[in-house]
């Protein structure tokens, strides 16, 4: 039997911010196929982590491999397949959903009608269609982080890296796009979250790794997890408690 492929993997990765050690010596290795939550207290490293396999920060040390592409020495073709979405929807508030979408499919140089179907595809499948012509400036939080969404949707990404995609969105929307992650990992593609609705990971993640102060310190199933923890009834959010403050009181 052929082993996983590795949608992501990270050797060694390291980041700081002047005497401030944000990523230190990292490794991890995302299988295609898997979605997989990244876990940690607040300033534990996720997001600068993100950001340098995004290639929005360059990295102190360590490789970064997506889909066996060097991203550090080749970083246009592993962005060619990969896809970010912050925390805070960024988008052109004077354009409609359709030109944004549009837009966002002229950069990765997909062709105009081929653009135009998959924007129309995604806003049908966002609940989007009928805001098409409407100005993304009067858009409420979640519909907001809707179109970003389907903006990061738009070019068929392998690797999907979501930062807290969940937040400020209502129960209705939130279920949409927990529906499209699913989907989306089910054809094959890798997707990180990051959140800190731990139930949300609890109920999507094949894996979860928890790091703190820039170092992953447990990563498994929910089930592997509550056994390093010692307790296997524990929801993840006792797990994930037990696991960091032991690692905080041990530092």
Known sequence: MSSPVSALKLTGLAKSFGASIAVDCLDLDIRAG??????GPNGAGKTTTLRMVAGLLSADAGGIEIFGINARRAPIEAKRITAWLPDEPMLYDKLNPLEYLEFVAGLWSIDASEAQSRARELCEMLDLWKHRHERCEGFSRGMKQKVALAGALIH????????????????????????????????????I???????????????????????????????????????????????????????????
Not at 160 to 177: C, F, K, S, Y
């Open 34 to 39: 898997e979605f997989y939550a990244l876990l």
């Open 156 to 191: 068929n990404p392998r690797l999907l890296m979501l930062d807290e995609p969940l937040t400020g969105l209502d129960a209705a929307i939130a279920r949409q796009v927990k529906d499209i992650l699913v989907e989306r990992v089910r054809a094959g593609a890798a997707i």
């Open 193 to 251: 979250l990051t959140t800190h609705i731990l139930e949300v990971a609890e109920r999507l993640a094949d894996r979860i790794g928890i790091i703190q102060r820039g170092r992953l310190i447990a990563e498994g199933t929910l089930a592997q997890l509550r056994g390093v923890s010692g307790s296997s009834q524990s929801t993840l959010e006792d797990v994930f408690l037990r696991l960091t403050q032991a690692t905080e009181l041990a530092a």
